[in-house]
């Protein structure tokens, strides 16, 4: 069983207010890599979301991300995941 607390992302030492503002930076950057037209509230929705993806798929991978860049880099990364993700299941360019 595993006893180490997560914070918001999936990662401790990151709050809700540093989820808001890594989310809200790694959705406006997801947009712009995938030339999605999302609006603010939608940019931090899919960075909050694509920085419990990425932080999730790089402990999978036995990465642990700690530190604001490391986290930002993985909510980004989650965040282009789910952007491509959801334009393959709905058909969109």
């Known amino acids: 069983m595993e006893t180490q607390v997560y914070g918001a992302l999936g990662q401790p030492g990151v709050g ?7 989310g809200a930076l790694a959705g406006w950057i997801a947009e712009k890599v995938t030339n999605a037209n999302m609006g603010f509230f939608s940019n931090i929705l899919m960075g909050i979301i694509g920085g419990v993806v990425g932080n ?12 604001f860049w490391a986290n930002l880099v993985s909510a980004i990364v989650g965040a282009v995941i ?6 393959a299941i709905r058909g969109q360019s």
Do not use: D, T
């Open 16 to 22: 809700f207010i540093m989820a808001i503002i890594v």
């Open 56 to 67: 999730f798929l790089a402990r999978q991978l036995g990465m642990m991300v700690y530190g």
């Open 82 to 87: 789910i952007i491509w993700a959801y334009r």
